[in-house]
């Protein structure tokens, strides 16, 4: 029994660590500034621990497989040295992966979510509700229009409340289901939740971040390739939370400028 | 001299009788008739963007418009719930289903007008769930997720109301359930007119209910046979 | 002194309102067991639609025509069924049967006690979980079902009320109510552990010489003190806002379901805080026992002492005060100061610490051991092998930046599942296995209980591994389908997950029916069928009303007494007044 134990434990660990090694299911190609810095601890981070996995498994394993041994007259043997070089590796070789894990790790955090965002970065508002993500640049007098929640009306349109009656800054917002961005330039988003929580995450950008109702929290990135990529809900939010999402459309700066123009004439 | 007193009494009696009688059946074949207009400038419509479902938007060739405000030529106003609010006698309930779509992520009628305790048969005619939610204040208020090739749901109301429908995964999509005591009842076009047939000579209030323009009530009364012309002009603001 | 008590008269009294420590800890065993069906089959429901999502469960229409027309599971009724799995596993599995129920049993007769220190408090915090759990299963027959918001019920989803969506009415309150409940049974029984411990030991029980599984106990209910205190008024807080129009965790300006919600003033954060203020040391509420249970049982069946056993209390006691210090790592994108994510993922990988020693010091109790493999036995080993899975998944977790990109992902779930569905689980079957005979008097089947071990293994490895897989391509939790456009190449993998999970639950029935046949048919029990040392093995199977026959025992060794020449054979029990040989 204790050999056929010790067989699966090894089987099972050398499955699971040549998936994970061949890279069968791996984040997409990261298209972002910032992104690199998470890959990296990511990879740093699934050595070290895949190390330490094969070996505690096949510790394990072996030891099982010796503990098996069911001859006569065998006495028990105590761990050399006791449990004390036990402790000092996990001392020091954790502590010494913990050390050097939070030293790069938080500046690859400080560079997303502390540092400030770029002075020139197109500011783009975002609003989550269930259930959808909605979009909103501020038009040709650069200026957001104040949002009424007791004014929303979505069957019309007016996803984020804005009093274009009264309010002549909220007449050029541009409002779009879609985050619509120039490539490699810095973006700034602003995001507010309309309901309840909401999450903003998009893979491809190695970016997350929660929707606090009540709170607008700024979001800053730049984007390094076209393409179309999704954007989808992380936090539960209700019945719809696995249909909500929306599309990152990251162009050329010309195009961008196009499809601002087309929108403006819409709005 | 006796026969003219007789004459006068006769008539006096069936147009007595006629007064009490229900509109449908001998002596109602009134009509009202009209067109409903706005003046000064309505909000533009927007187009929707259904990027978020792709399976919707594939369904369009160009993307529809929202619905809140339906304009026609000759600023005519489509989707205005014209009825007989007053004056009219009780109706029977109708047993054949009205039937609501959700087609290509938007309801289909945008006003769909029952009667109370009429049957009201939901159908999701799309590939996506679409869960239906009724904003019912007066009656009671119920959500349904209908997945694709779920059954029909089946609903009804009890009392009048003017309910706000929406889609719980679709934020775009918005319409309306007019459920409405009367028989008679008509929704315009975008050309803004609408007929109200089979109808007993007597005074009745008409209303037509649009929902931004609001509810406009109009007293009006139907001879023995023949039109009678009601329209409504509604005020209308960019925003 | 113990409110001493005579043996009860009567049915009621034995087995319904007793006051007896071991029948209390069956009696949560029993509602455990419940519960851990009842969740399981939830799972099976989620994992088939995760798997298939338009293939009608046949027979769900009938039993829920609303949820699931036509057997058909909507999207609300696959949330309801997560929200009540994780509630029901989390609650009334992993908090009740490791601690409540085997710590009931146990504790006193390790001690040395006739009783735990106060039994009416004991069998009151039975009848209020009781309680709870009837709260719990009464939401799956209000008019709009459970609660849809998970077992974490962030607010504002779950304090507004019914406009949030389907479930978030009466279901959502109920929910609460239920979890207020269980913390008040909670909190007598964590009083009872403690006040146990520190008074009633026999005489020679210094703590020093306290078995392994007693002092996680011990250790589990000082956490649990503290952090069920923390839910408790969170949950009133919660219930408060959903029905006295209160705002502790709703702000102003809200708009659901095109209504302005009527609060203001409230902070969505705050339930976040109290939350996982409570919900961190919970985990280690679940896992603590079966460390313990592990260290109790791997030197009886490997023949030698535990490693290091002072470093392995040491690291209980450490792991226990470090778990107040992690909580917002469940929180880094949370919106909290992003400050805040350093400061608690310091602590949260300096945890891992203790947590590598334990799992070292098990590793090296098995060096030259000499292996009995009985289904324990086996359980605990599958205990090390799935726990340090688990754990160095956690890893990833816990570093912010990584975090950014793998939370609220299925590496979460995975993560998760390994050490608390799984390692957790493994911990309680150990128990079962090696503490059977002593409760019921009879062995349980051997050959039954290595198929099921072999069985369980391989498939829980196939239900859990691969959600790391998925969480690494970015495969979202929560969802009850995969339509977004990058999540649907995985939908392969989900339906190996499902085959595997049906396979693995189906391999539990192997569990019970070995018990159910045991119970009434196994062979009879020694007092120490595993040649252990503990006080349990030094009185009968099962023990007497007072636990020791009205003679309680005096200790003169410690647990540990493995591998040694001893009049019995190669260990000494604690209750022996051999002396031990020279070191």
Redesign the interface.
Known sequence: MGKVFAVIVVAIAAVSTTIFALHLWWPPPDISVHGAGIDHELGQTMIATGVLFVAAQVALALFVWQGSDAREGRTVKRFPGGATPLVAFAVVLVGIEILALTFVGSKVWANIYIAPPDSGALHIDVQAEQFAFYFRHPGADARFGGLHPDLIDDGSGNFFGLDPANDTTARDDIVSSSLVIPVNRPILLTLHAKDVGHSFYVPDLRLQQDFVPGLVIPLHFTATRTGKYEIVCTQLCGLGHHTMRAFLEVMTPDQYDQWLKTQAAQQ | MHTRHLWSLALAAVAAAAARAPSSGAGAAGTITGKVTFTGTPPRMRPIDMAKEPSCATQHQTPVMTETVVTGPENAVGNVVVYISAGDAAAGTPTEPARYDQKGCQYIPHVAVIQVSQPLDIYNDDQTSHNIHPLALVNPEWNKSQPPGAPPIHASYAKPEFIAVKCNVHPWMHGYFAVLTTSHHAVTGSDGGFTLPGLAPGKYTVTAWHEKFGTQSQEVTVAATGAVTANFVFKAQPY | MPDTHGAPQGFLRQYVFSLDHKVIGKQYLGLALVAVCTGMVLSWLMRWHLGWP?AAVPGLGAVSP?GA??G?I????Y?SLMTMHGTIMVFFVLTTAPFAGFGNFLLPIHVGAEDMAFPRFNMMSFWVTFLAFAVLVSAFFVHDGPP???WTA????SA?GKD???GQGMGQTLWAVSIGLFCVGQLLGALNFIATTLDLRTKGMSLARLPYATWAWFITSVIGLIAFSVLLPACILLILDRVAGTSFF?????????R?QPHAG????LWQHLFWFFGHPEVYIAILPGFGIVSHILPAV???PL??PK?FIACLVTIGFLSYTVWGHHMF???MN??S??LF??PT??I??PA??A???W?????????R?NTAA?FC??F??VF??GG??G??LA????D??L???YFVVGHFHFVMGVAAMFGIFAATYFWFPKMFGRMMNETLG?WHF?LT??GV?CVF?PM???G???D???????????MKGSLP?HRFITVAALFTGAAQLLFLYNLVRSRFRGPLAPANPWDATSLEWSTASPPPHDNFGGQPPTVFHGPNE??VAGRSG?YIMQASPEPEPAA
């Open positions: 338009s609303t027309p036509s058909m909507t999207p609300e009724y949330l849809i918001s998970g962030y607010a504002p989803l507004v949030a969506g389907p709703v702000p102003a300006g809200l708009v659901i379901s095109d302005l409230g902070s969505p954060l490997a023949r030698k490693l290091g470093v994108l949370s919106g992003p400050f994510a350093t993922s310091v990988l300096i891992t610490i590598t020693v799992t070292l010091l590793i090296g109790t098995l060096y030259g051991s000499k292996l493999f086996l080993l599958g090390i092998s340090v899975s160095l998944s890893f990833f570093q912010p930046s990584v950014v990109y939370h609220g992902t290595k072999i293994f391989i490895y591994m790391h897989f998925l690494l391509a970015g979202v939790r929560r969802y009850s389908a995969f339509t977004d456009d990058y993998l493995y591998g190669d």
